[in-house]
């Protein structure tokens, strides 16, 4: 089951701060967050595991409401290097290592 | 060593070929994973090697052959493909549930068949 990702697209300046999001219909074990830039390998940012937590990687953080079966990637003071795709994966309850990714938020940072 | 290292970068193939893609990683994950990534979408997951022994086939059609002769060496084996297999085939590996351990991405093989 695909999770959903949104916004599609998201256009920055420099400084700026965004919010991608993530929600799954099923009870989720853990949520993933990868970024992509174009030509490259998709890159890990962080994991969140069920329980509810958030964490932290350098400007970049991330929540994991499991209630809502919701998570939440936070970009503060965007780089010009955070721009690329941002890809959620989640891991259904029950289906170990069957990462399904969402469709993605293409994230451009402008100087 | 921190890289799965995929091979071939390119390939092109018609519909008649078999060819071989082969993904190495000396890192000592025990799970590899194989995926698919059609341009401007999510990767999507193909098949997922445990401890060597195919443990998730995500009903992908048998013109795919997934095989992991070590636990460093993946391989997909290509065989009478469609025009429509044509993507970007990414390599993954983990230490072993993705539920604790990040999945670490080769840089892929893009395939065009023609």
């Known amino acids: 089951q695909q999770p959903v990702q949104s916004p599609q697209a998201v256009i920055l300046r420099e ?31 962080m994991i969140l595991l069920k329980g509810g937590e958030q964490k932290g990687h350098e400007k970049i953080s991330a929540s ?26 989640t891991e259904i309850v029950g289906s170990a290592r069957q990462l399904t990714f969402g469709s993605g938020t293409q994230l451009t940072v402008l100087p | 060593d921190t890289e799965v ?21 000396h890192m000592g994950h025990r799970a590899m994973y194989w995926y698919k990534q059609k341009a401007k979408k999510p990767p999507e997951l193909m098949f997922v090697y445990s401890y060597e022994k195919l443990s998730i086939n995500e009903s992908v059609p048998s013109r795919f052959s997934p095989e992991c002769p070590n636990s460093s060496l993946l391989n997909l084996h290509l065989h009478a493909l469609q025009p429509e297999d044509s993507a970007l085939y990414l390599c993954a590996s983990s230490q072993d549930n993705p539920s604790n351990e990040k999945l670490f991405f080769g840089s892929g093989t893009q395939l065009s068949v023609l």
């Open chain 1, 15 to 45: 400084g700026e701060d965004a919010v991608i999001n993530c929600s799954s219909s099923k009870a989720l074990y853990s949520v993933h967050w990868y970024r992509q830039k174009h030509g490259e390998a998709p890159v890990f940012l």
């Open chain 1, 64 to 89: 994991f409401n499991e209630k809502k079966q919701q998570s939440s990637l936070y970009l503060t003071a965007s780089q010009l290097s955070y721009s690329g795709t941002y890809f959620c994966g």
């Open chain 2, 5 to 25: 290292t995929q091979t071939p970068k390119h390939l092109v193939m018609g519909m008649t070929n078999k060819k071989s893609l082969k993904c190495e990683q």
